[in-house]
């Protein structure tokens, strides 16, 4: 039987209208039936779980059902944000082109998004959260016959960037003080027999937005202490339990300030995660395959390239996935390959980018594609 090239996601779905009206009024501090919206987080993870599996999809997840924005959930789990929120951030692509940055700021699920700043010590507030995620993704896996789970949390390096620092002395002193505590998560979500996913946008997108102003040197040293950071709070894990997400920001943005792969790419390989996300399908990195072909991948890492774009209604075609397969076989041979999606479908509630059912398609196209590659490269 043909070993197939497994595929997975980045971590976001499209949530129930019904789960997204809810995360607005709570975002907008209605009072809420607690019970109501825990009720409707069920119902959701349940309903993008047996999708998923459907699909065919080989790693899953809960598609961050119970979390606002990738990233910006952990005010809710962490202590020491309770200053000003940003209200508009810098992306340097967007300066150039006004309208699109309109566009951009116009999504509704970026309008509800809050940042507050750091103003005292970060500690763990919450410390039932992220084991009960990890209890009704478990659940809802078994549900439908699944073992294979994974789980997204934001990277130290990328909680730092969203949430400005008013209380610690230096970068590298927030940084480390946000690893300590997000430390639990991780820990949490491995001792549940899941593979961690770190979103770090910091290393890539952070380039373009919140270290625009920096030269190259100094933005290289500063994601070296990001990811000095993610390694000192995934240090009690497996590194074959880790992947880690490389993200140039998942926005409908020019992006034509993105900064090159070939930049980062030997500071992203002294990260612990076996395995790296990576952009490989849309307009702006899809050439960057052969980037990584030249620099070479070194050989204890997997690489799982994006197939499909997430912001676009367009399904891609399974052969075309299994064209971009073929091709990132002569990065990496087929057995460290994994098949993604290059970023989440809706990495805050209410992203409206897509269609809810156009992105379980293109998930089923994606399985559909490593079926085709699978079978010409390893059969």
């Keep these: 039987m043909t070993q197939i090239i497994p595929c997975t996601h980045t ?26 919206l825990a009720s409707e987080i069920q119902i959701a993870i349940d309903s993008v779980v047996r999708r998923q599996v459907e699909a065919g999809v080989t790693v899953i997840n809960d598609g961050e059902m119970s979390k606002p924005s990738y990233a910006t959930y952990v005010q809710d789990r962490l202590s020491g944000f309770d200053g000003e929120s940003v ?21 509704p699920g970026r309008r509800k998004r809050k940042a507050p700043s750091c103003t005292s010590e970060i500690r763990v507030l ?24 994974f789980t997204s949390a934001a990277s130290p390096g990328v909680i730092s960037l969203f949430f400005a620092n008013d209380f610690y002395e230096s970068h590298e002193a927030y940084v480390f003080a946000i690893a300590e505590a997000m430390r639990h998560e991780y820990e ?5 027999g899941a593979t961690v996913q770190l979103d770090c946008p910091d290393l890539a997108m952070g380039r373009h937005s919140a270290y625009a102003s920096m030269d190259l040197d100094t933005f290289r040293k500063t994601i070296a202490v990001n990811i000095e950071a993610l390694n ?54 899809a050439h960057e395959w052969a980037a990584f072909k030249e620099f070479g991948v070194p050989d204890h890492k997997f690489i799982c390239p994006g197939m499909i774009e997430p912001q676009s209604n367009y399904i891609e075609h399974p052969e075309l996935v299994a064209q971009r397969l073929e091709r990132w076989a002569e990065v990496v041979p087929p057995e460290r390959l994994m098949a993604g999606v290059d970023c989440g479908f809706s990495v805050h509630v209410g992203s409206t980018s897509i269609d809810p059912d156009v992105a379980f398609a ?8 490593c079926e085709i590659a699978s079978k010409r490269l390893m059969g």
């Excluded at 209200?87 to 999504?107: H, I, K, M, T």
């Excluded at 293109?362 to 594609?369: E, M, P, V």
Aim: hydrophobic residues 40%; negative net charge.
């Design 87 to 107: 209200q508009n951030y810098f992306f340097e692509d967007l300066q150039d082109f006004p309208r699109s940055a309109e566009a951009v700021a116009g999504n």
């Design 11 to 36: 971590g976001s779905l499209p949530r129930t209208d019904r789960l997204v009206e809810l995360m607005f009024a709570q975002a907008d501090g209605i009072p809420l039936d607690r019970d109501a």
């Design 362 to 369: 293109k998930l089923s196209a994606l399985a559909d594609g």
């Design 188 to 192: 949490a979500i491995a001792n549940a």
């Design 232 to 285: 000192y709070a995934v240090r009690n894990i497996p590194e074959e339990q880790l992947r880690m997400h490389l993200c140039w920001g998942n926005y409908p943005g020019p992006h034509h300030h993105d900064v090159p792969v070939g930049d980062i790419i030997d500071i992203v390989w002294t990260a612990k995660p076996q395995t790296v996300l990576v952009e490989g399908a849309n307009s702006r990195h």
């Design 126 to 149: 919450d410390f039932a959260a992220a084991s009960a995620d990890m209890k009704a993704l478990r659940a809802a896996a078994d549900r439908y016959g699944h073992d294979q789970i």
